[in-house]
């Protein structure tokens, strides 16, 4: 994160004589990104944190693409897929390349381990449960919507509470940077000077939320921290509890986010999907879109016109809310639009519109500047009808019939907040017209 923050106990001075209560020293870790001229934080630890008493390698975490020759829209209706494994172990690659890859997690175990992604930064967007994540900087809860910024090289473990009756079981997505860059909000959002929030920005300082206590865990014994590097997990070794650190401050940390707290910019015409992004990375950008108002002018088309972002390809996860707009569109769905090929309303979505006020939808949105390819787990889950649901009639009235018939479609009429009849009787109006899902 850009701005400054610490927790815990750190003395006055960095790199100065700090001592434990037993007289010892306190072993300081100045922890930090780009060869230290990127964003650093400095934390103390009980013990040093170099001391490791074994070391293996575990399994690889190579990813395969296939149908790299191929492009179309795709969709995956991942809602059933199995769980299994834990929340590092659990986690299946669905698309992916060189800049970011793309994975679900439904996890069916507890991490009996630590874990450490020593080769990219992790967005981790929690679509159901909730739980704690213990990190070397501290205590992040997280619940339904939450986004877990997790950036390179932090000890954690992930822990869900336990699902209540009637609960869905947890199940999250995660993007991680495979370029080596870092996941951070719009530099757009941010003051040159101060790395501020600026005032446009759709959320700001007091929606994230920092790691709290408890910190420290001051004990002895065999701890297992699992490393990704070199595309292999190496399982290492420790004598004490990795997450000794008593203090720490500085700008490079975890936090959450939830979606609830992202305040959508709306506008007279239908707005482009970059008013949505909410991070980025090198050659990657993740956007938000959540229920908003939409378009006021009185003859506005809500939904997206066709459109072909040329250098992009674009996948949207689908959460919760309506989603008329879309065929076969639920939640849990991933849809996948290639660079090359025009996308946009499906037919009879255009009309339908017409006159709607407001939208709920909820959707995570990746658009990436390389082509993104699907891996052989995400088949199981592919809908091959996907691109054939653009076909048929668009419009109610076809244009042959529309010049036959001398007929001209007038503008649909705005959305009135009362009828005369409702006005007259005291009936409270119609609630106003959600035209369901308004990005594609």
């Given at each position: 994160?850009?701005?400054?923050?610490?927790?815990?106990?750190?003395?006055?001075?960095?790199?100065?004589?700090?001592?434990?209560?037993?007289?010892?020293?306190?072993?300081?870790?100045?922890?930090?990104?780009?060869?230290?001229?990127?964003?650093?934080?400095?934390?103390?630890?009980?013990?040093?944190?170099?001391?490791?008493?074994?070391?293996?390698?575990?399994?690889?975490?190579?990813?395969?693409?296939?149908?790299?020759?191929?492009?179309?829209?795709?969709?995956?209706?991942?809602?059933?897929?199995?769980?299994?494994?834990?929340?590092?172990?659990?986690?299946?690659?669905?698309?992916?390349?060189?800049?970011?890859?793309?994975?679900?997690?439904?996890?069916?175990?507890?991490?009996?381990?630590?874990?450490?992604?020593?080769?990219?930064?992790?967005?981790?967007?929690?679509?159901?449960?909730?739980?704690?994540?213990?990190?070397?900087?501290?205590?992040?809860?997280?619940?339904?919507?939450?986004?877990?910024?997790?950036?390179?090289?932090?000890?954690?473990?992930?822990?869900?509470?336990?699902?209540?009756?009637?609960?869905?079981t947890?199940?999250?997505?995660v993007?991680?940077?495979?370029?080596?860059s870092?996941?951070?909000?719009?530099?757009?959002?941010?003051?040159?000077?101060?790395?501020?929030?600026?005032?446009?920005?759709?959320?700001?300082?007091?929606?994230?939320?920092?790691?709290?206590?408890?910190?420290?865990?001051?004990?002895?014994?065999?701890?297992?921290?699992?490393i990704?590097?070199?595309?292999?997990?190496?399982?290492?070794?420790?004598?004490?509890?990795?997450?000794?650190?008593?203090?720490?401050?500085?700008?490079?940390?975890?936090?959450?986010?939830?979606?609830?707290?992202?305040?959508?910019?709306?506008?007279?015409?239908?707005?482009?999907?970059?008013?949505h992004?909410?991070f980025?990375?090198?050659?990657?950008?993740?956007?938000?879109?959540?229920?908003?108002l939409?378009?006021?002018?009185?003859?506005?088309?809500?939904?997206?016109?066709?459109?072909?972002?040329?250098?992009?390809?674009?996948?949207l996860?689908?959460?919760?809310?309506?989603?008329?707009?879309?065929k076969?569109?639920?939640?849990?769905?991933?849809s996948?639009?290639?660079?090359?090929?025009?996308?946009?309303?499906?037919?009879?979505?255009?009309?339908?519109?017409?006159?709607?006020?407001?939208?709920?939808?909820?959707?995570?949105?990746?658009?990436?500047?390389?082509?993104?390819?699907?891996?052989?787990?995400?088949?199981?889950?592919?809908?091959?009808?996907?691109?054939?649901?653009?076909?048929?009639?668009?419009?109610?009235?076809?244009?042959?019939?529309?010049?036959?018939?001398?007929?001209?479609?007038?503008?649909?009429?705005?959305?009135?907040?009362?009828?005369?009849?409702?006005?007259?009787?005291?009936?409270?109006?119609?609630?106003?017209?959600?035209?369901?899902?308004?990005?594609q």
């Amino acid at each position: 994160m850009p701005y400054y923050t610490k927790l815990g106990q750190i003395p006055k001075k960095r790199h100065v004589q700090f001592r434990r209560p037993d007289g010892a020293l306190y072993s300081e870790e100045v922890f930090g990104t780009e060869g230290f001229v990127g964003p650093t934080s400095t934390l103390y630890h009980i013990n040093p944190p170099t001391q490791v008493i074994g070391w293996k390698t575990l399994y690889s975490t190579k990813v395969e693409y296939i149908e790299t020759d191929v492009m179309r829209m795709r969709h995956l209706k991942t809602a059933v897929m199995p769980a299994k494994g834990d929340p590092i172990t659990g986690r299946v690659v669905v698309f992916g390349n060189s800049d970011v890859e793309m994975a679900m997690c439904v996890p069916a175990e507890k991490m009996d381990y630590f874990y450490k992604n020593a080769m990219g930064d992790e967005c981790i967007f929690i679509h159901f449960g909730s739980g704690t994540v213990h990190t070397m900087f501290g205590t992040l809860k997280f619940g339904p919507k939450d986004y877990v910024v997790i950036p390179k090289g932090i000890v954690y473990r992930m822990t869900f509470d336990k699902t209540k009756d009637g609960e869905q079981t947890p199940r999250f997505v995660v993007f991680e940077t495979a370029n080596g860059s870092h996941i951070g909000p719009p530099p757009r959002y941010m003051s040159k000077t101060t790395s501020q929030f600026l005032e446009h920005s759709p959320y700001c300082e007091r929606d994230l939320r920092m790691p709290e206590l408890p910190l420290t865990f001051d004990k002895k014994g065999e701890y297992e921290v699992r490393i990704k590097a070199r595309d292999l997990v190496h399982s290492y070794m420790y004598t004490y509890h990795p997450l000794d650190v008593v203090g720490w401050d500085g700008c490079y940390y975890p936090y959450c986010f939830n979606v609830d707290d992202f305040a959508p910019i709306v506008g007279k015409l239908h707005m482009p999907p970059p008013i949505h992004q909410t991070f980025e990375g090198h050659n990657f950008v993740i956007c938000s879109f959540c229920p908003r108002l939409l378009d006021f002018h009185p003859d506005a088309i809500p939904v997206p016109y066709n459109h072909s972002n040329l250098d992009s390809d674009e996948i949207l996860y689908y959460v919760e809310g309506n989603y008329k707009a879309r065929k076969g569109i639920e939640p849990g769905s991933i849809s996948v639009h290639p660079q090359g090929i025009p996308h946009g309303p499906h037919p009879g979505t255009v009309e339908k519109s017409l006159g709607a006020r407001e939208t709920s939808e909820l959707a995570v949105m990746c658009d990436t500047f390389r082509p993104m390819f699907p891996t052989k787990a995400a088949m199981a889950f592919d809908d091959l009808a996907y691109p054939q649901s653009w076909e048929g009639e668009h419009f109610p009235v076809s244009l042959d019939q529309h010049h036959a018939d001398g007929a001209h479609r007038k503008p649909a009429a705005p959305t009135k907040v009362k009828s005369k009849t409702a006005a007259k009787k005291g009936k409270p109006a119609k609630p106003a017209k959600d035209v369901g899902s308004t990005w594609q």
